[in-house]
């Protein structure tokens, strides 16, 4: 399974049902482009180390973009720009859990469900 970037951030903000539910898919994967957009957000060397010994003690898989992966954004992105607003990153999160035969959970099921091929698990905060 994939771990959409909107379920790790509630999860680092002390959400318990985002942290029953990250603690419960370990090990999972994430999209490079999800542990970039993490790392954007990182304030200090106390969260960055934060981030990286989780990670590592889950066995958290950071797929790579390749080129399958952007193939398959640039496709989805001439599908569905026009009609649904699809954006750069979703779309080579979604690409990337596509290519590697992955359900994508997220929070942000708006932004994925219109995607043919998609599975995606849906996660809501209470």
């Known amino acids: 399974m994939i771990v959409d970037?909107?379920?790790?951030?509630?999860?680092?903000?002390?959400?318990?049902s985002?942290?029953?539910t990250v603690l419960s898919a370990v090990p999972f994967?994430?999209?490079?482009?999800?542990?970039?957009?993490?790392?954007?957000?990182?304030?200090?060397?106390?969260?960055?180390?934060?981030?990286?010994k989780d990670f590592s003690e889950w066995g958290v898989e950071i797929l790579q973009i390749n080129e399958n992966i952007?193939?398959?954004?640039i496709a989805l992105?001439?599908?569905?720009?026009?009609?649904?607003?699809l954006e750069?990153?979703?779309?080579?999160i979604a690409a990337t859990?596509?290519?590697?035969?992955?359900?994508?959970?997220?929070?942000?099921?708006?932004h994925y469900s219109y995607v043919k091929n998609l599975n995606v698990n849906k996660f809501a905060l209470p």
Not at 5 to 16: A, Q, S
Not at 70 to 73: D, G, H, Q
Not at 77 to 85: A, C, P, Q, R
Not at 88 to 92: E, G, K
């Open 5 to 16: 970037t909107d379920v790790l951030v509630w999860f680092y903000r002390g959400y318990e």
């Open 18 to 20: 985002a942290k029953k």
């Open 29 to 52: 994967k994430v999209s490079a482009i999800t542990y970039i957009e993490l790392l954007e957000g990182i304030r200090n060397k106390e969260e960055l180390n934060k981030l990286k």
């Open 70 to 73: 952007s193939l398959k954004a």
């Open 77 to 85: 992105v001439e599908k569905y720009k026009l009609s649904h607003n």
């Open 88 to 92: 750069l990153a979703d779309s080579l």
């Open 97 to 110: 859990a596509l290519e590697n035969n992955e359900n994508l959970l997220t929070g942000n099921f708006k």
